[in-house]
């Protein structure tokens, strides 16, 4: 069994945090927490992502930089975050239907992929 100790240099940082003695330190320990929550949904998030610029790179025989661009066109038209884009399209894969406005937006995007590809 792995016995787990804090590190001599974390040890101000939680009690800083813990006391909110320095101002400073609590705000890299609030920012921190921050960034790590945001790491831990970008991870969670990012296998829909990756199955969802296959399924680009299998309706539009493309790259994987393609598929992605695909991907982030379709977000950014639809006004919405890359990662809902993905879920909604992977969701296909159950027999959800694919909300109209992605629908509209994937079939311009494929398109104008295909032009480009042409042109």
Request: with cysteine; proline share 6%; charged share 30%.
């Amino acid at each position: 069994m792995r016995h787990v100790t804090n590190a001599p240099e974390a040890r101000p940082l939680l009690t800083a945090a813990a006391s909110a003695v320095d101002p400073a330190l609590l705000a890299e320990v609030v920012e921190l927490r921050a960034r790590n929550e945001e790491l831990e949904r970008a991870m969670a998030t990012r296998p829909a992502i990756d199955q969802a610029r296959g399924m680009v790179m299998a309706l539009a025989p493309c790259s994987s930089e393609r598929a992605w661009d695909v991907l982030v066109d379709v977000s950014q038209h639809c006004n919405l975050k890359l990662r809902d884009v993905a879920a909604a399209l992977v969701a296909t894969t159950t027999d959800e239907t694919l909300p109209e406005p992605i629908r509209q937006e994937l079939r311009r995007a494929l398109r104008r992929l295909h032009a480009a590809e042409r042109g």
